[in-house]
């Protein structure tokens, strides 16, 4: 196969596009995908200051580079989970990464907050990850709101958005149906939120990874269940291989035409919001679920403590 570009010998094979680039012209197809999705879905501008979320993986260190070269005002934010055997090599790729590339790092660590995520795992009765996950999207929010960023930029990429969209619909989960998009408003104590890798398949982030000689954090989490959404990303490439397009098509199809129809159905519905009185997050209630969580922690542990 030919590179459609140059008509080199193409690397990557790209058959929901109906082409294939060579090693060069590929990264140039990558920046073209972020930079449509950026001004398509009126993501951010060069004036604004973006806060990128990154856990060492392939796709959010892809974000941050492709995202510094196209000149944006960017700072990594990573946070260390405090995993035995699992975080500080995450760490380590990301803050090897910024080094290398020249990038501003911010780092929050768990552990110093009072709650690593072993702590959650041993005292909450609840799947570990959907705790860590939450823990997570808070840390991300606050610091975004607390340090004055614009925007926070997350890694996510169609495979990702497209397996949480079936999800959702399997469950016909409207709350989540009218929230999900490449573009979250800000609101509320909450900054805005974009996926700027949302036109690109996590093939095609994998490849300008390699590419880019991009050094990732690939480990598994120990304490991944394998269950979150794997399944779906299967089928979704088992319909992918046999009808290239049918991903990006499906996504596509629910920003045009389902999320307004379920942004309607949820109009109006939302509790009021007021900032946590223990850290500043909007919440319902007077104290945020993520204050509440590390409050339990500390009462069972004191309490394990004098048994
Ligand atoms: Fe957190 Fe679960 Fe991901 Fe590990 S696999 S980092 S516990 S969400
Ligand atoms: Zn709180």
Known sequence: MKCIRCKKTACVALPSHHSGFCKDCFPLFFTKQV?????????????????VA??????????????KLQGYDVTGLHIDLGIPNSSGKARKKVEDFCDLHDLDLCVFEMEKWGLPIPDIKQYVKRPVCSVCGKMKRHHFNRIAREEGFDVLATGHNLDDEVARLFANTLRWDTAYLSDQGPTLPASDGFVRKVKPLFRLSEFETANYAFLKGIEI???????????????????????????????????????????????????????????????????????????????????????????
């Open 35 to 51: 930079e449509t999705a950026i001004r398509r879905e009126k993501m951010f501008t060069h004036d604004e200051r973006i806060l």
């Open 54 to 67: 990154l856990s060492g993986g392939k796709d959010s260190l892809a974000l941050m580079l492709e995202l």
């Open 217 to 307: 954090h690939s480990d598994p989490c120990p304490y991944a269940s394998g269950a979150s959404f794997t399944h779906h990303k299967e089928l979704w490439g088992e319909l992918e291989y046999r009808s290239p397009g049918q991903k990006f098509q499906f996504y596509q199809s629910f920003l045009k035409k389902g999320k307004p129809a379920f942004a309607n159905l949820e109009k109006e519905t939302g509790d009021e919001l007021n900032p946590c009185i223990e850290c500043g997050s909007p919440t319902s209630a007077g104290t945020c679920s993520v204050c509440r969580i590390k409050a339990a922690v500390k009462a069972s542990k004191a309490e394990a403590e004098v048994e």
